[in-house]
């Protein structure tokens, strides 16, 4: 495959199609932007967890058992800091803490994230472009059945996903600008698709559909927008997503995923387990591939990038 794909990551999900997508395309094929809406400063420091996630795997530096961080963390700092007083609820590992220390070094220099991310990258021998959403600054915030309004690591990571919500709302995206490189690789003739890996549909990929811009260069080219369902026989393999879908009155299925995407995308890639949701999915308008996309192995995470770009090749070779 001769065009060039676009990838839109959450975290871990995301991460693993990500990084199949990375073993079978050549670096100049593909490009990862991912979600910085739950990016923060803690410690003074600014955490990008999304980015982090993405930038860790595809340097296979990533912790596979705990699904973020780095392998062979310690936690030395955090246990001296616990030993002070210090806030220990967000588990920054010791060689994770380097990370956020030379982000937050180099973001102080003047640096734009994007310069940043890109440096990070090639220490860690990443080839493949990888572009934070924005350089600006936008938070995704979480709002609670109890009235209660929560940024969105406080959620997640604080109080362990037990609030339920009843919506989102991402500060400061309407004045935010998509990073450097991010609207010229969607408005590019050779674009061959957009890939919204399987990441939380509401706050690791809308934040980045919101951003000004993006869905109308998405919507203006020619190449076909394709989500890969988190959704499971009725499960998220990882995250809340399931948890929101239920709190916020909706189906927790493939389905449900595939409406709320309807009107942005062009196709649906389905897990086989949920092959009976084939033709409601294809009633909204989508083409539909139904394959595996359980990633529990390098091979299935290569095996479902392949068959994704099966998709995509079908796709333009019926507009030729």
Same mark, same amino acid.
Request: charged share 20%.
């Given at each position: 495959?001769?065009?060039?794909?676009?990838?839109?990551?959450?975290?871990?999900?995301?991460?693993?199609?990500?990084? /199949?997508?990375?073993?079978?395309?050549?670096?100049?094929?593909?490009?990862?932007?991912?979600?910085?809406?739950?990016?923060?400063?803690?410690?003074?420091?600014?955490?990008?967890?999304?980015?982090?996630?993405?930038?860790?795997?595809?340097?296979?530096?990533?912790?596979?058992?705990?699904?973020? /961080?780095?392998?062979?963390?310690?936690?030395?700092?955090?246990?001296?800091?616990?030993?002070?007083?210090?806030?220990?609820?967000?588990?920054?590992?010791?060689?994770?803490?380097?990370?956020?220390?030379?982000?937050? +070094?180099?973001?102080?220099?003047?640096?734009?994230?994007?310069?940043?991310?890109?440096?990070?990258?090639?220490?860690?021998?990443?080839?493949?472009?990888?572009?934070?959403?924005?350089?600006?600054?936008?938070?995704?915030?979480?709002?609670?059945?109890?009235?209660?309004?929560?940024?969105?690591?406080?959620?997640?990571?604080?109080?362990?996903?037990?609030?339920?919500? #009843?919506?989102?709302?991402?500060?400061?995206?309407?004045?935010?600008?998509?990073?450097?490189?991010?609207?010229?690789?969607?408005?590019?003739?050779?674009?061959?698709?957009?890939?919204?890996?399987?990441?939380?549909?509401?706050?690791?990929?809308?934040?980045?559909?919101?951003?000004?811009?993006?869905?109308?260069?998405?919507?203006?080219?020619?190449?076909?927008?394709?989500?890969? #369902?988190?959704?499971?026989?009725?499960?998220?393999?990882?995250?809340?997503?399931?948890?929101?879908?239920?709190?916020?009155?909706?189906?927790?299925?493939?389905?449900?995923?595939?409406?709320?995407?309807?009107?942005?995308?062009? /196709?649906?890639?389905?897990?086989?387990?949920?092959?009976?949701?084939?033709?409601?999915?294809?009633?909204?308008?989508?083409?539909?591939?139904? +394959?595996?996309?359980?990633?529990? #192995?390098?091979?299935?995470?290569?095996?479902?990038?392949?068959?994704?770009?099966?998709?995509?090749?079908?796709?333009?070779?019926?507009?030729?």
């Amino acid at each position: 495959m001769a065009s060039r794909i676009v990838a839109i990551s959450g975290g871990v999900g995301g991460a693993k199609l990500s990084l /199949g997508l990375a073993r079978v395309l050549d670096p100049d094929q593909l490009a990862i932007v991912a979600n910085t809406g739950d990016d923060f400063d803690h410690l003074g420091l600014r955490i990008c967890p999304d980015l982090d996630t993405v930038m860790y795997t595809l340097a296979d530096v990533n912790n596979k058992e705990l699904g973020w /961080g780095q392998v062979g963390e310690t936690w030395q700092f955090l246990d001296a800091l616990e030993k002070l007083g210090g806030e220990t609820w967000f588990r920054l590992g010791d060689r994770d803490l380097a990370t956020h220390i030379q982000r937050t +070094t180099l973001l102080r220099s003047g640096q734009r994230l994007s310069a940043v991310t890109a440096s990070l990258c090639a220490q860690l021998g990443v080839e493949v472009p990888l572009l934070p959403m924005t350089d600006d600054d936008v938070r995704t915030m979480v709002f609670t059945q109890s009235g209660e309004t929560l940024s969105f690591q406080h959620y997640f990571v604080r109080d362990r996903c037990a609030p339920r919500v #009843s919506g989102f709302e991402f500060a400061g995206i309407e004045t935010a600008a998509p990073a450097p490189g991010f609207i010229s690789r969607l408005t590019d003739i050779e674009l061959g698709a957009v890939i919204i890996c399987p990441s939380n549909p509401f706050v690791s990929v809308d934040p980045v559909l919101a951003l000004p811009g993006v869905l109308e260069a998405m919507q203006n080219s020619s190449a076909p927008v394709i989500a890969v #369902s988190p959704i499971i026989g009725g499960e998220a393999i990882k995250g809340p997503a399931a948890k929101m879908m239920a709190e916020l009155g909706m189906p927790i299925t493939a389905a449900g995923v595939a409406e709320h995407y309807a009107d942005r995308i062009d /196709g649906f890639v389905l897990d086989h387990r949920d092959v009976q949701m084939q033709s409601q999915i294809e009633a909204l308008g989508l083409k539909v591939l139904v +394959t595996e996309t359980l990633m529990r #192995s390098l091979e299935d995470r290569e095996a479902l990038a392949k068959a994704v770009l099966g998709f995509v090749e079908g796709w333009r070779t019926r507009q030729v």
